[in-house]
């Protein structure tokens, strides 16, 4: 015989809470006493997105359009200054899809990485409804603010990746299982007293990951303010009025008039390349050449043939090797340890060593003043680059060979401390997003010492609410 099933209402009240409350045996982690597990679905109602054609998408809003969130607009914060508008037709007069103040937005269908990202609706400034890849979740007997920190710490921990199904290249969120999905339940006051505690903490972290991320976003700009001053007599200003040398001494010249030589390394094909070591002698290519250093990894090799190509395409130490296109301009010292080593199409300047010293052309070249002058110079469009004239016509000011020295001694030490303050600064907000976790592991184990043993079980207060 088949067995029946009683629908809700049907339930008792203590049927009802067996089936809001999470089976021991099943529970993740141990919560304080006078907390519960419930499943989300018994705290929790799921609102779907509206669906419309991609056509249907509107940049610009008008009387019957309406404002639409989408999975973009699901950061720490939700992001309400980049909308698309759909018909308002499409929401088919139901109310249950306009947006609420203390909604939870979850970005349901998206990249196996941002599946389940959350942001939390603090304010409706106008009507505004949501897409088909976004669920809205809905408090009914839990704080709204409680739940979303917990799903927000749970998709920081990367738990909805499990528990998402992955299509060809989209993973989504079957609200059937988010249903059973288990949440630690706290009595309300102590809902709202973890709350408070989060925020307060997060309050002083954010403000310290802005001081901290303010280090990292303005190293760029510190960075060219360095070499500007270094380049416009600047940066030794001291020195000379110490050495009795005077601005009169730096003279006009073009990288030609200071160089050797410049050349081109060979052009040729990948296919006419080898990636194996044991196939012939290593080459630079552009991705090798980074500003001031050389990235010593991933080298090709070219064989006899290929280098007697184009025995030019030799590079020694004290060579200025300079990016053709990607990103034209970037510029390194070849040191010992590449001595003899090819370039495949990269310019190659050669100092002359009584005029100027490589450090000061490279540094030249990768400075605001020589990237200007290298875009200026550049040829074509959808792949700009520039040649050997145009590098050799670029024209700089070039002091003495000990002033240069002093520059580039005095520009790498404030360089490197800056580049100092930036790693710093990074590591600074890593710690600061793994603390975050750590506070909310703790918040929804009962261990931020906010928990009061009077407070009345949760337990009860589920079951009355059901």
């Not at 809905?138 to 749970?154: A, D, G, P, V």
């Not at 001081?211 to 200003?237: M, N, P, S």
């Not at 030609?256 to 070591?277: E, M, R």
């Not at 004239?389 to 070039?398: A, P, Q």
Request: proline letters at 4%; one cysteine or more.
């Amino acid at each position: 015989m088949a067995r029946t099933i009683k629908k809700e209402s049907a339930l008792t009240p203590e049927e009802k809470l067996a089936q809001a409350l999470v089976p021991e045996e099943e529970q993740p982690y141990q919560v304080p006493d006078n907390w519960c597990w419930s499943k989300i679905g018994a705290v929790c109602s799921f609102e779907r997105g509206i669906t419309f054609p991609a056509a249907a998408k509107e940049a610009i809003p008008t009387d019957r359009n309406i404002p639409c969130l989408r999975t973009a607009n699901i950061q720490d914060e939700l992001i309400i200054d980049d909308l698309i508008y759909v018909d308002k037709s499409y929401m088919k007069g139901n109310d249950s899809k306009l947006t609420r103040k203390d909604d939870i937005i979850m970005s349901s269908a998206n990249s196996r990485e941002l599946v389940g990202k959350t942001s939390y609706v603090s304010y409706v400034p106008y009507p505004m409804t949501f897409g088909g890849f976004v669920l809205t979740i809905r408090s009914k007997n839990i704080l709204s603010k409680y739940m979303y920190y917990y799903l927000r710490f749970e998709f920081l921990m990367g738990k909805f990746m499990g528990e998402s199904t992955q299509t060809t290249n989209i993973a989504n969120i079957n609200t059937s299982k988010l249903s059973d999905y288990s949440v630690p339940f706290p009595p309300l006051a102590e809902q709202q007293r973890i709350v408070d505690r989060i925020e307060s903490l997060f309050a002083k972290l954010d403000e310290a990951k802005e001081k901290a991320q303010a280090v990292v976003d303005g190293f760029e700009d510190r960075k060219a303010a360095i070499l500007h001053k270094a380049f416009t007599g600047e940066l030794t200003a001291e020195w000379r009025e110490e050495n009795g040398v005077s601005m009169h001494s730096w003279i006009s010249a073009t990288v030609k008039d200071v160089c050797q030589d410049v050349k081109v390394g060979i052009v040729i094909k990948p296919s006419q390349y080898y990636t194996n070591a044991e196939e012939g002698t290593p080459a630079f290519r552009s991705a090798n050449v980074r500003e001031f250093h050389i990235d010593d990894f991933d080298w090709v090799y070219l064989d006899e043939n290929g280098m007697n190509a184009n025995k030019r395409s030799i590079v020694h130490s004290g060579d200025v090797l300079v990016v053709r296109s990607g990103n034209p301009g970037t510029a390194c010292v070849v040191d010992e340890k590449y001595n003899g080593f090819n370039a495949i199409d990269i310019l190659i300047a050669v100092p002359n060593k009584n005029i100027i010293t490589s450090e000061f052309l490279c540094a030249f070249t990768n400075s605001p003043m020589g990237r200007r002058l290298v875009a200026e110079s550049k040829r074509g469009m959808a792949l700009a680059h520039f040649n050997v004239s145009g590098y050799s016509k670029l024209r700089l000011e070039v002091p003495s060979i000990p002033e240069q020295r002093e520059i580039t001694k005095t520009l790498f030490n404030l360089i490197e401390k800056e580049e100092l303050a930036k790693d710093t600064a990074e590591q600074s907000v890593v710690r600061i997003d793994n603390l975050k976790r750590s506070i909310l592991a703790r918040a929804f184990r009962g261990e931020l010492g906010t928990n009061d043993p009077a407070d009345e079980s949760a337990e009860e207060l589920l079951k009355r609410m059901l």
